[in-house]
């Protein structure tokens, strides 16, 4: 008896919900015109995290039966609207005849299915001489009654120069926009989520600087994704936020790394020129976050074989690399490796190795490629994140403010690191993504280098993302500050022996 009691427990136990295939869910979301922000707050999730429904992963628990609900509802909404339709155009009078009062003239057709209305861009079901639109004002989410046909432009004369604003001293002022989905909004109206964040800190560690920085600090993670959501509004590609990854990227031990190299420099100058040399550690600002302009892939990652590379893809190639014979003045693209043979990298230095075998530079031969992981891809896929990230961080210095400039930092590069496997980031697990932003910072750092070489500075040391070493006069080459395209001293130090000196006798000799 026991045994059917255990067996009856699991079966109650069982998630029953039941979910549409992942294309699916997808179709039914659009189908209503709502956006994945929109549904997201609506179940309490993440916009990726939604995203990763709609790209093959199942929620659990609570929220699946939610989901469940919304997409049983959606489906139910939409064909009743298709049936509606349907009905309509079964009538006597043909739909691409039909008539509604006060549009007698009106080219007036209805559709199979709702789109935007051109007017208020909510659902519509009429459209008027191809423009969809709301045939009752009150339907209209525009002010003011509907027009009955779209207005046919003017004859084309001089163009039409729009009314500028002004201040009260006269002066021509324009009002700053951002895009927000289709629409545009006042700049000033977008909310500023970094500079709440630190506002409330301040104020519930009563000004206690030291206080709210630890606090911004232990929160960087979610307030950095909270930021990306808020940042992907509207955004032209859906990125799958949890997609399987092949081996490659799957660590080998528990405590081991996996089988990807993301050539990081540590590179020193064999030997230098006889005498004195004065050397300056540059320190490269803002490394990670400028590399979070790089290519990354969409979707999950695909299989291939030969060697061909697609510049609008971008992933893991298992490549053979070319043999470097510059390593007296310059660092190896592919970093410090012992082992010869195929060894994976990342998009950024199979780009690097591509363009430096060019016929602009012929510093090396081209990579051979045997096989890639790759999706398509784009390289403003984080733009406005980093953006936004970029702006405040420059803000920040500006105005001598510690607290929010350290919590950016914490944002930004605790963002790269825990894209892998961390329990510490549930929302995005991309390692590839990782990998690829971390080895184009790698990848930066060597341009740098090859900048200062090109420009006559020696160059003496390549390390990590963020460290070069040259001697010359490097002021000519970077310009000094804190700014992201800056560059600032770490150290200064001096290495051999001055010729004027080497063979003077000491003091009191005969």
């Known amino acids: 008896m026991a045994d059917f009691e255990a067996i009856d427990a699991l079966l109650a136990s069982a998630d029953r919900t039941r979910l ?22 609506a179940l309490g999730v993440s916009t990726s995290t939604v995203g990763g429904w709609e790209s093959g992963r199942d929620p659990s628990g609570e929220v699946r039966e939610k989901y469940a609900y919304f997409l049983e509802g959606a489906r139910t909404k939409l064909d009743a609207t298709a049936a509606a339709a349907d009905g309509e155009l079964g009538d006597d009078k043909p739909a ?51 027009p009955a046909r779209p207005e046919k432009p003017a004859p084309r004369t001089a163009p ?5 604003a002004r201040t009260l001293g006269g002066a021509v002022s324009g009002v700053k926009v951002v895009p927000i989905g289709r629409r545009v909004q006042a700049a000033a109206d977008t909310p500023d989520l970094i500079g709440s964040a630190v506002a409330a800190a301040l104020a519930e560690h009563a000004g206690d600087v030291e206080a709210a920085t630890a606090a911004l600090i232990k929160r960087a993670i979610p307030d950095a994704m909270a930021l990306l959501d808020h940042t ?43 005498g004195e040399h ?91 490629i045997h096989e890639s992981w790759t999706s398509g891809a784009t390289e403003g896929l984080l733009e406005k994140f980093r953006i936004a990230l970029k702006d405040a961080r420059d803000r920040a210095i500006a105005d001598g403010d510690e607290v929010t400039l350290e919590y950016v930092k914490a944002m930004y590069s605790k963002f790269v690191s825990t894209l892998g496997e961390s329990n510490y980031n549930r929302e995005l697990y991309r390692t590839d993504w990782m990998h690829l932003i971390r080895s184009q910072a790698f990848a930066n750092l060597w341009w740098k280098a090859h900048r200062a070489y090109d420009e006559g500075l020696l160059v003496v040391r390549a390390m990590g993302t963020d460290e070069l070493h040259v001697a010359g006069d490097w002021r000519a080459v970077f310009p000094e500050g804190r700014g992201v395209t800056e560059v600032k001293v770490k150290d200064t130090y001096t290495v051999g022996t001055d010729p004027n000196t080497a063979n003077r006798p000491p003091e009191g000799a005969s």
């Open 278 to 368: 004065e050397i300056t550690a540059l320190d490269i600002n803002g490394a990670y976050l400028s590399a979070l302009k790089t290519h990354l892939p969409l979707g999950q990652l695909k299989h291939t074989t030969g060697d061909h590379h697609d510049r609008r893809r971008a992933g893991m190639h298992l490549i053979t690399p070319p043999v470097w014979d510059h390593g007296a003045y310059l660092p190896d693209p592919i970093g410090n490796r012992d082992e010869p043979g195929p060894l994976w990298v990342t998009e950024p230095t199979l780009r690097l190795l591509l363009r430096v075998s060019g016929p602009k530079y012929g510093l090396c031969d081209p990579p051979e």
């Open 160 to 164: 039409r120069q729009p009314t500028p």
């Open 20 to 41: 549409p295939p992942a294309e699916e869910r997808r179709r039914l979301r659009e189908g209503l015109y709502l956006s994945r922000a929109q549904l997201a707050q």
């Open 96 to 146: 691409e005849t039909e008539q509604t009062d006060g549009q007698d003239d009106a080219d007036v057709d209805v559709l199979p299915a709702p789109r935007p209305c051109v007017l208020c861009g909510q659902p519509a079901r009429h459209q008027v001489e191809g423009f969809p639109q709301h045939l009752d004002p009150a339907e209209c989410g525009t002010a003011g009654p509907v």
């Open 232 to 274: 992907r509004k509207g955004g032209r590609y859906d990125v799958a936020a949890h997609p399987w990854l092949p081996d490659i990227l799957r660590k080998q031990s528990a405590r081991g790394a996996d089988q990807v190299w993301e050539a990081r420099p540590k590179w020193s100058r064999p030997e230098l020129p006889a």
